[in-house]
């Protein structure tokens, strides 16, 4: 616009002209991934700059310090606004790299929790021991095949169901409501063993492992169970208590029979020795016999 301009009546505003569109213009090079497109540009203006000022001197009678003057009052605004644009272009890439640093450390926070949460899920989908969590209201919100296992119920149709309508018996819903209650208000519940019923209907004594689950805030707003089902266990315990006292009992009896085959012992022992001297025909038997005039088997026959 400057060169096939007619009269020049805008070299006067030059200043500016050159200061806001070269300030503007530069704006999209920050984009870039260096300063070299930058460098170019202003460059290029400066060239432009530097011919411009040659043809003004070509075309208008202007004196040198004028010239001077007009030529370092828009170099000092061009050097200015490269100035500034090359601030603004290392701000734009720290601020840049300080974004994708922080997107790249959610974004891998992000993961170790995707894995995390993929961890504990495959640990609690593949544990044999069943996992269930409650809301506030116990009602079941988590429901692990191991559960399924043992109470026999899905976990669709587990969910959302309390625990009075599921798997507990109606003589003991006041005992777990009781112990629901402690874990709540954190004075007890975290350990019990009860009874309770599966889908089929079928009684079964159960051992839970109870905490409560706490949000960010630190507020309680759930439980989470850990439940075995020790029915057979607590049965095998019962036949080996029995067996340990038929053993106990046995013991006994075999002690009592030690003691009395002692003294039998002994009396076997003269009977034995007596029906010897009676049943033989020892000479010191004959002997004595005939002393007493005695045939020893009329004395067999007596005996």
Not at 37 to 61: R, S, T
Request: charged share 25%.
């Amino acid at each position: 616009v400057l060169f096939i301009e007619s009269d020049f009546s805008l070299v006067t505003k030059l200043d500016t002209i050159v200061f806001v569109p070269a300030l503007l213009a530069a704006m999209p090079l920050m984009i870039f991934r260096n300063r070299k497109p930058m460098v170019l540009y202003f460059l290029i203006n400066l060239i432009l700059f530097g011919l411009f000022n040659i043809y003004i001197g070509k075309v208008i009678d202007l004196s040198f310090r004028v010239r001077l003057d007009y030529f370092f009052d828009n170099l000092v605004a061009m050097v200015f606004v490269f100035l500034v644009s090359s601030t603004l272009f290392s701000i734009y890439h720290r601020v840049l790299k300080s974004l994708k640093k922080e997107l790249m450390e959610r974004r891998m926070a992000e993961k170790r929790l995707q894995e995390s949460e993929y961890r504990l899920s495959a640990h609690l989908q593949n544990t044999p021991v069943g996992a269930i969590s409650w809301d506030m209201d116990f009602r079941a919100v988590e429901w692990n095949p191991a559960a399924e296992k043992i109470f026999g119920y899905t976990k669709t149709e587990a969910y959302g169901k309390h625990a009075s309508d599921l798997i507990l018996p109606k003589d003991v819903v006041d005992q777990v409501d009781g112990i629901f209650k402690s874990l709540l208000s954190q004075t007890g519940g975290e350990r019990s063993v009860n009874d309770n019923v599966t889908k089929s209907g079928k009684r079964i004594l159960c051992d839970w492992f109870n905490t409560v689950i706490r949000d960010s805030e630190d507020r309680i707003i759930g439980v989470a169970s850990l439940v075995n089902d020790i029915t057979e266990a607590k049965k095998t315990q019962e036949i080996m208590v029995q067996t340990e006292k038929m053993l106990s009992v046995g013991g006994l009896a075999a002690g009592m029979a030690h003691e009395i085959n002692n003294p039998l012992a002994g009396m076997i022992q003269n009977a034995q020795v007596i029906r010897n001297r009676l049943t033989q025909d020892l000479p010191a038997n004959l002997e004595i016999a005939r002393e007493f005039n005695i045939s020893m088997e009329d004395l067999r026959k007596y005996m």
